[in-house]
């Protein structure tokens, strides 16, 4: 279900608007690989992600007037979905079911701080409807994006603000492991483009992910088209019926089509309210950081876990900077990921009633 606020892209007049489509696309496409490379080589999370994504800012700001087709969108999502269910293992689902009540509390906490904020962003008009909602919720940013445009939230300014949360987390989380604990977190791996893997696991990952996509799609439910490859997959996966294969340059095709869906939606006009939305976005990412840092310090006076350990569990996202860190510091990484991938797995279950919820609740624009 497209978000009708930018299905279509606003006929704004730029530097873009007399040239052919297909220079267009080979444009955008050259500009995304150079800001992806570039956003890459200096370590910040998402990278490949976000430079496509500023690559349809630049161009849906001047006058590019294009607009990603559904079905590749579909196919991203589906890979997303996956990219998400290949998080969860068997190390994962044993230490969840050791200490399954401690981690349910810390995550519906964390659900709760967050649903707290956004409502109070929305009632006080700092964001329209539910996308202050969306855009504080502490799950995967890609993840998000997709629930958002789903639920009729505007995913450019949710875009906005879940990067600006991922950058700021994942940076602070850095400066407190070497500065704090002392420890030196390694440099991201460099990206191996094509890896060896067995295609027969790859054809069977893409046809779960396509298949429950398309499933998800007749049954139109909300999200449907990622949540449903991720709860397959993660059962599968988690199982050790399915191993789950994802190359990187597969996910960089489904990074730049989501990122190029929300960045080609992007007007001057959302880019100068969210500017104007810049200060209270940044103080509810102080909040959070803040509160999740209160639930760390809980977690080592009940169990006894090392701080380390205990900050990067809760970090309020998003995942994928966070498993870097944890994987480079001597760290409790099982953990890590399970509390990390639970508070994940509930947000995308969560997150549309609580949506619905407070969008009855807050005055119509």
Not at 50 to 59: D, E, N, R, S, T
Not at 75 to 90: K, R, S, V
Not at 163 to 184: E, K, M, N, Q
Not at 335 to 355: D, E, H, K, N, T
Request: aromatic share 8%.
């Amino acid at each position: 279900m497209a978000n009708p606020k930018y299905a279509e892209p606003m006929p704004e007049p730029g530097l873009l608007t007399g040239l052919p489509l297909w220079l267009r696309w080979l444009l955008l496409l050259a500009l995304s690989a150079v800001l992806g490379a570039g956003l890459e080589y200096s370590g910040l999370p998402a990278a490949l992600l976000l430079g496509p994504m500023i690559a349809g800012i630049v161009f849906g700001t001047n006058g590019a007037r294009m607009q990603m087709p559904p079905l590749p969108y579909m196919a991203g999502q589906a890979l997303i979905g996956m990219l998400i269910a290949g998080t969860i293992d068997a190390d994962i689902v044993h230490t969840f079911a050791v200490s399954w009540p401690l981690f349910l509390g810390v995550v519906l906490a964390v659900i709760v701080a967050t649903s707290l904020m956004g409502y109070a962003m929305a009632r006080m008009r700092i964001l329209p409807g539910t996308t202050a909602v969306w855009g504080t919720s502490a799950g995967a940013a890609s993840a998000m994006l997709v629930m958002a445009d789903a639920f009729g939230a505007d995913a450019r300014l949710v875009a906005f603000m879940q990067y600006l949360r991922v950058v700021c987390v994942a940076s602070t989380a850095s400066v407190i492991a070497a500065f704090v604990f002392h420890i030196g977190v390694a440099e991201p791996k460099q990206i191996i483009w094509f890896p060896p893997f067995a295609w027969t696991d790859l054809a069977l990952t893409l046809l779960v992910a396509f298949g429950a996509s398309a499933l998800g799609g007749v049954i139109r439910f909300p999200a449907a088209t990622i949540l449903l490859p991720m709860i397959v997959g993660a059962v599968l996966h988690a199982t050790s019926l399915l191993h789950i294969v994802l190359p990187p340059w597969l996910l960089t095709g489904a990074y730049a089509v989501l990122g190029w869906r929300i960045g080609l939606g992007f007007t001057r006009r959302i880019l100068l309210h969210a500017a104007h939305a810049l200060p209270q976005i940044l103080a509810s990412i102080i909040i959070l950081i803040v509160f999740c840092g209160g639930l760390a310090v809980l977690l080592v006076k009940v169990m006894g876990v090392d701080p380390l350990t205990a900050y990067l569990a809760t970090s309020p996202g998003g995942i994928d900077s966070v498993a870097i860190i944890a994987a480079s510091t001597p760290v409790d990484v099982p953990f890590v990921m399970a509390l990390q991938a639970v508070r994940l797995f509930l947000i995308l279950l969560l997150g549309p009633p609580i949506s619905r919820f407070i969008a009855r609740h807050v005055p119509a624009d």
